[in-house]
């Protein structure tokens, strides 16, 4: 299985961090293809402008979904972005760690989709949902909070968890075909004792172990 993991954290000791290097240890540890994009270590630029694109479909006006389309075409994104594409194309697994910033995906992330999920390689021509470009491959989510687990449910004062990922499961990963898995959610790393952040990196272990045969969940459009 080739397996693309993402880390959004500018921390390479943080629980994030830790969580990251297990998930490339454990699954090349199986015998699964890893290929990691370490984005703070990259200094991979979030930023989606001409930049993307070797070549130009109107050089004097900017419509990103039309370049996109274009550089489809021509072979035209720029070569640092293409690799990025290509680690997406080639994943059965994709894995992003990160932790939950303002109810979403940290601004590095958030960039990265913006320029890799690129109109005609990711979607268009009506290749979305069930029939996305992705469909038959898997994604998950795993992810850090700032509070309690108690503060994300319905009746939390952050409200349901579910509500807050359907935009990333749904929005992105659902719409482009992905298959989603449950998502995996370490609740206030910051405040567990080390013992408990160990408890919670073996029993990360244990489910990668088993991912290749774990199945997808059902979002759902609400």
């Known amino acids: 299985m080739n397996v693309l993991i993402v880390l959004a954290h500018p921390e390479p000791r943080s629980f994030n961090g830790a969580l990251y290097d297990a998930a490339v240890k454990t699954l090349t540890a199986q015998g699964h293809t890893v290929v990691t994009s370490d984005l703070y270590r990259m200094g991979f630029d979030p930023v989606s402008a001409r930049q993307n694109f070797v070549t130009a479909s109107d050089p004097g006006f900017l419509k990103l979904q039309q370049e996109e389309m274009h550089a489809t075409e021509t072979q ?3 070569p640092e972005l293409e690799a990025e594409i290509a680690k997406l194309e080639a994943a059965d697994l994709m894995i992003w760690q990160f932790p939950l910033w303002w109810f979403g995906l940290p601004g590095i992330l958030k960039g990265w989709v913006d320029r890799v999920f690129a109109m005609g ?18 994604a998950l ?47 206030q790393p910051v405040r567990a004792e ?4 160990a408890d919670w990196l073996d029993a990360w272990v244990d489910r990668l172990q088993a991912i290749a045969a774990e199945a997808p969940v059902a979002v759902g459009r609400y």
């Open 76 to 78: 035209g994104f720029a």
């Open 121 to 138: 390689r990711a979607y268009g021509h009506g290749q979305v949902y069930d029939s996305g470009v992705f469909k038959g491959k898997r």
């Open 141 to 187: 989510l795993s992810l850090t909070t700032g509070g309690p687990r108690e503060a994300y449910t319905t009746d939390g004062f952050n409200g349901d968890m579910d509500a807050i990922l359907r935009p990333i499961q749904r929005g992105i990963l659902e719409f482009t075909g992905f298959s989603v898995l449950s998502p995996q959610i370490h609740w």
């Open 194 to 197: 080390p013992a408990e952040r």
